[in-house]
């Protein structure tokens, strides 16, 4: 069965928030864009609204779908991860559950250990290619 996940790309100043797994998490000290899992009945958008709220205190307005993934890992687990764009949120960011967030530039993206799923889509970042 395939896991549905929805992750942001939270852009500001031309940088983006990455946030760092604890090491109790599956895939542990791996860095990852904030998101989680799309509850059933729940739209995508309204998952990682609740997700961001949950996760860093922000209110924030969820922008286009920018990319769709689906990984399989060695294990046997696959999930379909869609990024979509924020520009815009309401609140102070805090750290509720991660290890760390930093707002890194594009170019420094490939240079943190992220999830194996993201990547593809860290590289497109990297380069210019998404948003």
């Known amino acids: ?49 609740r997700e961001l709220e ?11 779908e920018v990319a769709r993934i689906c990984h399989k890992y060695k294990n046997g687990g696959a999930v379909e991860l869609r990024f979509y764009v924020v520009h815009q949120y309401k609140g102070e960011i805090e750290n509720r559950i991660f290890r760390d967030i930093r707002w890194a530039r594009r170019s420094e993206l ?14 497109d970042l990297a380069k210019g290619k998404v948003v």
């Open 110 to 123: 490939p240079s943190y250990d992220f999830l194996e799923a993201d990547l593809e889509l860290v590289r």
């Open 54 to 64: 949950e996760e860093l205190g922000i209110d924030a307005r969820i922008g286009e």
């Open 1 to 49: 069965m395939m896991k549905r996940v929805v992750a942001a790309l939270i852009m500001k100043d031309g940088k983006v928030l990455v946030c760092q797994r604890t090491r109790h998490q599956t895939m542990p000290l791996k860095w990852e864009f904030p998101g989680g899992k799309i509850e059933a009945g729940e739209q995508p958008r309204d998952a990682l609204r």
